[in-house]
């Protein structure tokens, strides 16, 4: 934004975000709830891939719940 020419804090303030926030992801750091978000997709997939795509939302939650 400021390589842009606009100004950081008013940004953030019109867009409703911290600028903590904005520097975090300006960063490139993921943060643990997005790893953790990738990882539960990545086992989503899976499940349904072996499934042969065969498995809807409940057996894929069973899946990830029970470990059927």
């Not at 400021?2 to 750091?29: I, K, M, N, P």
């Not at 899976?46 to 719940?65: C, F, K, N, Q």
Request: charged share 30%.
């Amino acid at each position: 934004l400021a390589d842009d020419g606009f100004d950081v804090a008013v940004t953030c303030r019109v867009l409703g975000v911290r600028r903590q926030g904005y520097y975090e992801w300006r960063s490139g750091h993921k943060s643990v709830r997005a790893m953790e978000n990738e990882l539960l997709l990545k086992r989503i997939t899976t499940i349904h891939e072996e499934s042969r795509g065969t498995y809807g939302w409940p057996r894929v939650h069973a899946e990830l719940t029970l470990g059927l």
